[in-house]
């Protein structure tokens, strides 16, 4: 405690004692709330942080749970890792022994390959050996097999010409048998009682150039192949060249003075108007004379007697033709003219003649001078032909055509034995020639009941001679099944015609192979107006036309047969050309 210093009074010392220390009180006060906000401030702090060391050690203890469990799983995994290993290595262990096993067999079996190798090699080598003597026995045998393939080939053609040699002695009738490709119209369906087959599958086959093979089916039951022999069978892609290379020969027979016929028989659509004409054109019954390597029979034929005749000593040929339809079994004149010189088709009657021989008085002949001339006459005369469209294809022919082609050979006596070849013939047609000939008229036109008077009769002279033969082309109308062509009313009566001028046809041929007394030739007019050719001394080829779908089995099978049956009948040795002498007035 301080004391009043002397001389001071003591009242003021303390007053300003007492003021010091309030201010001392005041201060220390306002230190305490000072203190006190520090404290408050201070507890919140620690709470804070009690807080935070709270949810610390919740963490550290959730970090000791996780802890504790990754070191129970590191243990876990560290014992599954060492039964792992353990296993590892046991397996690398008997793996190790195995894979010394296996080299050791390896070794083995390499020791054993290398001797088999080596054996192998030998093997090669004496197996070289052997081919190299296998190769020159080979190479001989292809020597010898070309051998006898040629010698095949020249026994072939021997056999070819004796069997025409005997077809001819036998007076055969020759069949050629075209199997057509398909075509886009063998889709459509025909028999309605048979839908469910493939009707645009091929049956029919050229096993080779003599065979065709038809596989034969029918619902239910396995099929069967049944095989044709013909002196020819064309596949579906022999060409028009093919075909008529195989029909020249017949027509230098016909200016060696045989009589010749040419027929195509077949189901309808089944190439027979293609092969004797070639396509036609579109809407229009004539053919494309243009396009050369698509022209049929006809046509080529026409050319190669042409060809023929003028390798002849000129003027002593002429040729005229007829062109003739026989339609519902009446015979129409194609080539008959209206006073105006149009074309109309004229009813024709076929007679017998004394002689035995079919004829139609009053038919039209045209002379013609060149190939060309010729086909413009034919193709006229297809205009007036009668076709209908049928369930088959569009233009089918509901007629028989029959084009003749009859060529007159003058010869003076002196020439006479020049035109033939062989010596007996000349002497023969020299005695049997006639002694007249018809003069070509300005109009180029004759017929055969006026042959006595319009084609002028020369004076006979003996220096004058004459001989006719006569090529007979016939596309036939289509055979066919009234139930696949579909047609009704007028066309069934003419389908009907036509199946009946066929079957009389087969009839005259059956009647020929057996040789009976009586053939029926006037059943038909067809038969009737064929009748020298299929029956009499021409040389007949027969061009069997097949469609080769399954649809038209039925048909096809019928055609084979007939030209099976054909190609059996034996008429005796065809004659050349019989010279008539004209009696005086005819
Ligand atoms: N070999 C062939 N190559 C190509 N097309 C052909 C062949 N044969 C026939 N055709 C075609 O088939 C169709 C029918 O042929 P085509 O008119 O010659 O039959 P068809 O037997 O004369 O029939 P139909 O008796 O009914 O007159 C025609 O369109 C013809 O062009």
């Not at 919140?44 to 610390?56: I, V």
């Not at 048979?194 to 619902?219: G, H, M």
């Not at 042959?451 to 006979?460: D, F, K, T």
């Not at 053939?519 to 299929?534: A, E, F, I």
């Amino acid at each position: 405690m301080m004391r009043p210093r002397r001389g001071l009074d003591p009242n003021s010392v303390w007053a300003q004692r007492l003021r010091q220390l309030e201010q001392r009180l005041r201060a220390k006060e306002e230190r305490i709330v000072v203190l006190e906000t520090e404290n408050a401030v201070l507890h919140l702090k620690l709470a804070e942080y009690q807080g935070l060391a709270g949810r610390s050690t919740k963490e550290v203890l959730q970090l000791y749970a996780a802890h504790g469990q990754q070191m129970k799983f590191q243990s876990s995994v560290v014992t599954q890792l060492h039964g792992a290993i353990k296993r590892l290595k046991q397996d690398l262990k008997s793996l190790h022994s195995f894979a010394l096993e296996l080299s050791k067999d390896f070794q083995r079996q390499s020791k054993a390959c290398l001797y088999q190798v080596l054996a192998a090699v030998q093997g090669i080598q004496l197996h070289n050996e052997a081919m190299q003597m296998f190769q020159i026995k080979a190479f001989d045998l292809e020597q010898s097999l070309q051998e006898v393939t040629e010698r095949y080939e020249k026994e072939k053609q021997k056999r070819k010409a004796l069997h025409n040699s005997l077809i001819e002695l036998r007076g055969n009738i020759r069949v050629h048998c075209r199997i057509r490709p398909l075509l886009p119209f063998d889709d459509a369906a025909g028999h309605s009682q048979d839908r469910q087959r493939n009707f645009s599958e091929k049956v029919a086959y050229a096993a080779d150039d003599e065979t065709i093979l038809v596989k034969c089916s029918r619902p239910g039951h396995a099929s069967v192949n049944k095989t044709f022999q013909f002196d020819r069978v064309y596949n579906d892609l022999e060409s028009q060249d093919a075909v008529f290379a195989d029909v020249a020969p017949l027509l230098t027979s016909l200016l060696d003075g045989y009589n010749v016929c040419i027929m195509a028989y077949g189901q309808t659509g089944s190439g027979k108007t293609y092969t004797m004409l070639g396509p036609q054109l579109e809407g229009n019954l004539a053919f494309a004379i243009e396009e050369e390597s698509e022209l049929g029979i006809i046509p080529r034929a026409t050319q190669e007697v042409f060809r023929l005749i003028s390798e002849k000593p000129p003027g002593s040929y002429w040729v005229e033709v007829s062109v003739v339809e026989v339609y519902n079994n009446e015979i129409f004149d194609l080539l008959a003219k209206d006073s105006c010189g149009k074309v109309f088709g004229v009813k024709r009657d076929v007679v017998t003649t004394r002689e035995g021989k079919s004829d139609v008085p009053s038919l039209t002949h045209e002379t013609v001078e060149n190939a060309s001339e010729f086909l413009h006459l034919v193709n006229k005369g297809l205009q007036l032909r009668v076709t209908h469209p049928t369930l088959v294809h569009a233009h089918s022919s509901r007629s028989h055509l029959v084009v003749t082609l009859t060529i007159t050979t003058v010869v003076f006596g002196d020439n006479f034995g020049t035109l033939w070849e062989d010596e007996q013939t000349s002497q023969r047609l020299n005695k049997e020639a006639s002694f007249t000939f018809p003069q070509k008229t300005r109009d180029n036109k004759s017929t055969s009941s006026s042959r006595a008077s319009s084609p002028v009769q020369l004076e006979a002279t003996e220096k004058m001679k004459q001989v006719k033969t006569r090529l007979q082309l016939v596309d036939l109308a289509g055979s066919e099944c009234v139930g696949m062509s579909g047609v009704t009313g007028a066309a069934l009566r003419e389908t009907s015609f036509i199946n009946r001028s066929l079957s009389a046809l087969a009839d005259v041929l059956g009647a020929i192979a057996e040789q009976r007394a009586h053939v029926p030739y006037r059943n038909s007019k067809l038969t009737h107006l064929l009748q020298d050719s299929v029956g009499g001394d021409a040389k007949l080829l027969v061009m069997l036309c097949i469609s080769p779908g399954q649809k038209y089995l039925t048909e096809s099978m019928q055609s084979l047969g007939f030209g099976t049956r054909a190609r059996q009948v034996q008429r005796g040795q065809v004659k050349k050309k019989n010279f008539s002498v004209p009696s005086k007035g005819k």
